[in-house]
Nanobody, 126 residues
């Protein structure tokens, strides 16, 4: 069975940091791109970042660029999202998703995501 398990969320003050983890299983990790998404109450889902596991390409939404770093550990089938300088606007449920990587595309995050995991709540207080 395919599983994507996100963890690492919590309550943090503005300016603080969190590291989110996404542990994947049930599919060939190296062939997939892992994306992080977030959704706040009353708002549309937003793509935050992604990592193409096979070639290491990554991309970020403008809203987190410069404050977020995505990385992966293929030995653990895990992708991390380090977020610094957190703002109240970052408050949302964060979840990870997986889709087959498209190595011919210049935009690694723009793929069809086949699998979605449950989320982890991030709350940033002002």
């Amino acid at each position: 069975d395919v599983q994507l398990q996100a963890s690492g969320g919590g309550l943090v003050q503005a300016g603080g940091s969190l590291r989110l983890s996404c542990v994947a299983s049930g599919f060939p990790f190296e062939d997939y791109t892992i994306g992080w998404f977030r959704q706040a109450p009353g708002k549309e889902r937003e793509g935050v970042s992604c990592l193409s596991s096979g070639d290491g390409r990554a991309d970020y939404a403008n809203s987190v660029r410069g404050r977020a770093t995505i990385s992966g550990d293929s030995a653990k089938n895990t992708v991390y999202l380090q977020m610094n300088g957190l703002k109240p606007d970052d408050t949302a449920v964060y979840y990870c998703a997986a889709g087959i990587s498209n190595y011919r595309s210049n935009y690694p995050c723009q793929i069809a995501y086949d699998y979605y995991g449950q989320g982890t709540q991030v709350t940033v207080s002002s």
